[in-house]
């Protein structure tokens, strides 16, 4: 498993307004495609563990990877990103209430302003 130092955590938003966390720092580990001590992002942060030690992030493009010391200037850190992963999983509550916003009666009262509009015309 590749192990993320000097990491950091970015919040980035799409176009489409959505809201997404990668982290940043420097990659070490065994993986062919990153040369050690390689700066890498990763794609968006779809999951995560922690252990007693340990925090170990799961990203979109299914990489998995162990944090290790974050950047000394992110005070914090871990208990940021964890803060921020957690509010991300929660679905926003649905304000729309289907008892409340049942509409009835719409065509006699949309035929009543209509008939009245052509008689004031």
């Known amino acids: 498993m590749n ?20 982290i940043e720092g420097r990659v070490y580990g065994s993986n062919p495609r990153f040369p050690t001590s390689s700066h890498i992002r990763t794609s968006p942060v779809t999951g995560y563990s922690v252990d007693v030690n340990s925090m170990v992030v799961k990203t979109k493009r299914g990489s998995e990877y162990l944090l ?4 000394p200037s992110q005070v914090f850190a871990q208990q ?15 304000t729309f209430d ?10 006699d009262c949309h035929t009543q302003q209509v008939g009245h509009a052509a008689q004031d015309t």
Not at 8 to 13: A, Q, T, Y
Not at 68 to 71: A, C, H, Q, T, V
């Open 68 to 71: 290790g010391k974050p950047d």
């Open 80 to 94: 940021r990103l964890l803060r921020r992963l957690a509010q991300l999983s929660q679905k926003p509550a649905c």
């Open 3 to 22: 192990i993320l130092n000097n990491w950091k955590m970015l919040e980035l938003i799409t176009r489409d307004g959505e809201s997404l966390v990668c």
């Open 98 to 107: 289907e008892l409340e916003s049942q509409v009835t009666g719409f065509g």
